[in-house]
């Protein structure tokens, strides 16, 4: 463990996102492998950790002998300039390595505002942003995820782009690379080597070409290669992940275990990039799916089952797999949630069961307040398609609406506009009274490329904020309330989903200028792009405008398969409201991605046994009898005792009460729960300690309805089932816990230890009044009725021993031998801190 960043993360807000200590990671030995890969997400760990495609390439990589991977994701502000202030590169989460150590830096494309979170991971890991500015001994540089299909803004940061699925590539990338080192070659070696790899895009192989007014002309080739074309994968079944899934310690955007049920979606909806640059759909089958989930659960103690999808509802075996996964999973408390479901898709069985999963909301997405509009776009649905399902999701006991529209769409027009308000009411009298309520979210639209619409305008931010205000004027009632997206954020997204390699100068004057995390509203600061965009002399509007018929795309040298002219249909058809029907049951399209012999549209025949009830009981225990009482259980009280060390210290204490409890559904624990529409585990933990303390003497009481047989035992799965820093030395039958003063002790390593004399004088004082700072206002504080003693220990440490009394103020070990030693700022923040013993203080009588 690198020791100064040790020092440095228990400074940092959520120093969890950096522990590297999550359940199921993987840690190889640096020197038993030949090719090292480190993957980097460009955003928080909360939503890197989210990412699905992460974790699968994570796994595919570590499961080869000779290869390993880590994971990084982009440091909080305040990381960052910790790094910075102390000269520090940025790190993997598994060994702390330097990331210029690795051989390859894979980083995820997954939304053009994070670009500017690109530069700092480069910056931090002490690589040049460019491409031509590194050499042999610097990591290759290779990207992949949806914006690499429109990647020519950050091109010049990548040695290379992988477009489309990555399971099979990533091993071959990995590869080509591996046998580069072994043989040798020179970086224009190891790029052209990696070029002929399917779905392999080497930017400077590529050039972008001008007229004299700066007006983009085409991609020059220059190393004979054509038109770089996307890789997909065949058998979604065949690249199931069989690893155990990794388990965060800290609470994510989606924390829960993701399932991908199927890959691709033929809706056809004229806008989505999606739809377009994951065809064909390939389904899982029901059987495989279930396997995951019973596997994940197990493995990973989540409390809740998501199945993922573009489209979930068009799964084609839904109803019977979530009849069988809802079966299997409601006693043990997992809710099974499907984040992604579409109107129409949305039988009354399949509603029932999500009944069963006590959502509070439930999202519909319309896109356009109009039929018309909508018959544009390709939605395939109706008003009355939309009213008749929010009848039933209210009927069925749902109080919240959410929609989903956006503005600008191609046609659309001021009634189309004013339709929105106006199907949000319908919806919310759908709900016939009551305390219904409907939530209306809008977007700008922009236009992405590899869609049918990629050559339209984008609006205005001004026409932007006037539709928005359009709409939000015709909401009424405080049940029917709007939520609008930034347009100037949806200005900027557009400005690099369709830009060329120029907004690369753009991104690094923007980055220097401080612009970071700009998908996150709080951090977004447009004036600062307006400023940079000037420095550069470039106008940002100009990205924005409709795009010929006969002018060339920054990206269409990047082929996701589908045929230009059927785009070019596609819009002829748009504009004559004509629908396209869905290939997966309507029969080939002729979009040209299925050769229909080796690739083709991979869709399952349902079993209609899969929706047999589980025999064991489809429903979770009964809290209640049937008379409304609730059911007596026996109680067994045990206490475990248990250590939290090394990066386990930096777990805040709500954090560590999610480790245990997952820690318990693995272990699969008979425990109490308590009543109430949200019932929780009966489960108590120790007083919670300063944020990196480590301990030796932590305790958590837990309530169980049957007696454990063998403690021994319990403890040896309960240590298989906690992280990395956690271990438990003891389990007993619990008596009744101490409730008055105790009297904790505490080591502390210090870079300067205080002597004798020192401690004596300070044992000495009658008072040791100290101003210290409690939820961020000043506090007078007398130290001396807290200490009980001070000495220096014989390996060099000093010993301090505190009372803690109940409903008292209290002092932190390193704050008090702060106050009463004047440590430096340096000094305390490389004081370690383990917590020793803590023991009931009984006072005893003469």
């Known amino acids: 463990m690198n020791s100064e960043i040790d020092a440095l993360l228990p400074q940092v807000r959520q120093p969890s996102r950096y522990g590297g200590n999550e359940l199921h990671v993987v840690k190889k030995a640096w020197d038993s492998v030949s090719l090292r890969m480190v993957l980097a997400f460009p955003d928080l760990y909360e939503l890197g950790m989210s990412h699905q495609g992460l974790q699968i390439l994570y796994h595919i990589v570590n499961a080869q002998k000779d290869m390993l991977a880590e994971r990084v994701y982009t440091p909080d502000r305040d990381l960052e300039e910790l790094l910075r202030a102390h000269r520090l590169p940025l790190f993997s989460l598994e060994s702390q390595r330097p990331l210029a150590d690795f051989d390859i830096l894979g980083i995820t494309l997954p939304y053009e505002l994070c670009y500017t979170n690109i530069l700092t991971i480069l910056a931090l890991a002490g690589l040049p942003f460019r491409s031509a500015e590194r050499s042999a001994a610097h990591p290759l540089v290779i990207g992949g995820g949806p914006c690499a299909f429109h990647p020519e803004p950050v091109a010049d940061f990548f040695d290379a782009i992988l477009l489309g699925d990555g399971e099979e590539a990533v091993l071959e990338m990995a590869e080509a690379v591996r046998l580069g080192k072994e043989n040798g070659e020179d970086r224009p070696a190891l790029l052209e080597r990696l070029s002929r790899i399917e779905g392999v895009y080497v930017p400077s192989f590529f050039a972008p070409e001008y007229d004299g007014n700066g007006n983009f002309l085409g991609m020059r080739t220059l190393s004979g290669t054509g038109q770089v074309r996307r890789r997909i994968l065949a058998d979604l079944e065949g690249a199931s992940i069989e690893q155990p899934p990794l388990v965060p310690l800290t609470r994510i955007v989606h924390d829960r275990l993701g399932l991908e049920i199927a890959r691709g979606c033929t809706r056809g909806c004229r806008f989505c990039q999606a739809g377009m640059i994951y065809r064909p759909v390939r389904e899982r089958t029901p059987e495989k799916i279930f396997a995951m989930a019973e596997k994940g ?116 027009t001021e009634e189309d506009v004013a339709a929105i308000p106006a199907l949000a009411q319908k919806v919310l009298k759908a709900g016939r009274g009551g305390n219904c309520r409907v939530n209306v979210s809008a977007a700008t639209f922009v236009p992405k490329p590899h869609t049918v619409f990629e050559r339209e305008p984008q609006l205005s931010m001004a026409e932007g904020y006037a539709r928005m205000d359009a709409v939000k004027k015709r909401l009424y009632g405080k049940n029917c309330t709007m939520k609008r997206n930034d347009p100037r954020m949806s200005f900027l997204e557009g400005v690099f989903s369709r830009g060329d390699r120029r907004l690369s100068r753009l991104l690094e004057e923007a980055w220097q200028r401080g612009a970071r995390m700009d998908a996150w509203s709080e951090h977004f600061d447009l004036t600062r792009w307006q400023e940079a965009a000037a420095a550069c002399g470039l106008e940002l509007e100009h990205y924005l405008r409709r795009r010929e018929v006969d002018e060339p795309l920054p990206w269409q040298h990047l082929g996701v398969g589908v045929r230009d002219d059927f785009f070019a249909e596609e819009y002829g058809k748009a504009l004559r409201e004509e629908y396209t029907p869905d290939c997966r049951v309507h029969g080939c399209q002729q979009c040209g991605v299925c050769d229909l012999k080796t690739l083709k549209p991979v869709v399952h025949r349902c079993k209609h046994d899969d929706a047999v009830p589980d025999p064991a009981g489809a429903e979770a225990p009964p809290a209640e009898s049937s008379s409304g009482k609730p059911i007596l259980r026996p109680h067994f009280l045990y206490k475990l005792t248990y250590s939290r060390l090394n990066n386990a210290r930096l777990l805040s204490h709500l954090e560590l009460l999610q480790v245990f409890f997952r820690a318990f559904n693995r272990a699969k624990l008979p425990l109490n729960f308590s009543q109430g529409f949200n019932p929780t585990p009966k489960v108590s933990f120790s007083p919670a300690l300063p944020l990196g303390t480590e301990s030796l003497a932590e305790f958590v009481l837990i309530d169980l309805f049957e007696p454990l047989a063998d403690l021994g035992a319990f403890v040896k799965e309960m240590n298989r089932q906690l992280p990395e820093g956690l271990f438990v030395s003891q389990a007993v039958l619990a008596g009744k816990e101490h409730a008055g003063t105790m009297l904790t002790t505490y080591h502390l390593r210090l870079a300067r230890l205080p002597v004798q004399e020192e401690l004596d004088r300070v044992m000495a004082q009658e008072s040791l009044p100290v101003v210290v700072m409690r939820k961020g206002l000043e506090r007078q504080l007398d130290l001396r009725p807290l200490l009980s003693g001070l000495r220096l220990t014989e390996e060099g440490q000093l010993e301090l021993s505190l009372f803690n009394a109940p409903g008292q103020p209290g002092g932190k070990p390193v704050e008090v031998a702060a106050k009463l030693f004047a440590l430096s700022e340096e000094e305390i923040r490389r004081a370690r801190v383990v917590k020793i013993a803590s023991e009931p203080y009984v006072v005893r009588e003469n």
Request: net charge neutral.
């Open 297 to 412: 659960i197990a493995e990973g103690g989540f409390e809740e089952l998501a199945l993922l999808s573009l489209s979930t509802g068009d799964y084609s075996c839904l109803s019977e797999l979530l009849v069988r996964l809802m079966n299997r999973f409601a006693k043990e408390h997992v809710s099974v949630s499907l984040p992604s479901l579409r109107v129409g898709t949305l039988t009354p069985a399949i509603m029932e069961q999500i009944k069963r999963v006590r959502k509070t909301g439930f999202t519909l997405a319309p896109e356009a307040g109009s039929d018309r509009l909508r018959r544009v776009i390709n939605k395939g649905i109706t008003e009355e398609d939309l009213l008749s399902t929010a009848e039933a999701a209210f009927g069925l006991g749902w109080k919240l609406i959410k929609l989903y529209f956006m503005f600008g769409l191609p046609t659309e």
